[in-house]
């Protein structure tokens, strides 16, 4: 099992930055990768970025391409998920996830995921 818990929510007003954070513990060799993905209110949960432990590659939605950064601790077992310019469009709660796999932003392929942090973007 391998457990995420995500940190870093808050309100900010249009055009700011907030960094989340997930921390992994548990089987944490088991996962390849991590994602984040969002959910707003009356909508589907949504793919927003996600980085490759071990080779670093990262991979974006087009909503976020150029706002947002995903990197990662590897000695903390960490993902961060740096958000700047953002949009009151970017309300939602946030989750990290955990995959065994290379780099997918399928939510069927992720094993594991967080509570949630929610994230809201004043106008």
């Known amino acids: 099992q391998v457990q995420l818990v995500e940190s870093g929510g808050g309100l900010v007003q249009a055009g700011g930055s907030l960094r989340l954070s997930c921390a992994a513990s548990?089987?944490?060799?088991?996962?390849?990768?991590m994602g984040w993905f969002r959910q707003a209110p009356g909508k589907e949960r949504e793919f927003v970025a996600a980085?490759?432990?071990?080779?670093?590659?990262?991979y974006y939605a087009d909503s976020v391409k150029g706002r947002f950064t995903i990197s990662r601790d590897n000695a903390k077992n960490t993902v961060y998920l740096q958000m700047n310019s953002l949009k009151p469009e970017d309300t939602a709660v946030y989750y990290c996830?955990?995959?065994?796999?290379?780099?997918?932003?399928?939510?069927?392929?992720?094993?594991?995921w967080g509570q949630g942090t929610q994230v809201t973007v004043s106008s």
């Open positions: 996830a955990a995959t065994g796999r290379y780099l997918v932003r399928s939510q069927q392929s992720y094993d594991y």
């Open positions: 548990g089987r944490t060799f088991s996962m390849n990768a």
């Open positions: 980085i490759n432990w071990s080779a670093g590659a990262t």
